[in-house]
C-alpha cells in the first residue's frame, strides 16, 4: 500500500531497535545505540540462528526500507507520530533529519555524545 501511495506509515520502536542494532558507529566499533541494541540481541541471536545465508541480506532490504520511513508525519489536518508528540523535543531532533524526517545512517563524529532535553546518552 505504502508503494502504491495508498497509505502512509511512520518508524516505530521496533524499527527503531533493529536500525540501533544493524549500524554500527566505526568510532566505538559497536553499535549506535548501545542499549537499544542489547535490549533487541536476544531477538536478533534468535532470528539470525533460525535463518540461513540470506538472512543478513534480508535484514539489510528491512534495515534499507526502515531508513525510509519517518519519525512523524505532520500533515494538513493530521499528525502521526508512534508515541508522543512532544514539539520540543521534535524541534531538537529535527535539524539531525534527512528530509522527509528520515533518519541519517551516515555515521556522524561528534566531539562528544548527542543530548537531548540536557541529558547526556551514553
Do not use: Q
Not at 494538513?76 to 523535543?89: F, I, S, T
Request: hydrophobic share 45%.
Amino acid at each position: 500500500m505504502l508503494d502504491a501511495g495508498t497509505a502512509l506509515a511512520v518508524m516505530g520502536n521496533h524499527e527503531f531497535n533493529a536500525i540501533a542494532w544493524y549500524m554500527p558507529d566505526p568510532e566505538l566499533r559497536r553499535s549506535i545505540f548501545a542499549a537499544a541494541a542489547r535490549r533487541i540481541a536476544t531477538s536478533i541471536k534468535a532470528f539470525l540462528d533460525g535463518g540461513s545465508s540470506t538472512t543478513l541480506t534480508c535484514i539489510e532490504k528491512l534495515v534499507d526500507w526502515f531508513l525510509t520511513l519517518p519519525l512523524w508525519l505532520d500533515l494538513p489536518g493530521l499528525r502521526v507520530v508512534h508515541a508522543c508528540w512532544h514539539p520540543d523535543y521534535m524541534a531538537e531532533i529535527e535539524p539531525h533529519l534527512k528530509p522527509g524526517r528520515r533518519l541519517d545512517p551516515a555515521p556522524r563524529r561528534r566531539s562528544e555524545p548527542p543530548r537531548f532535553d540536557g541529558v547526556p546518552h551514553h
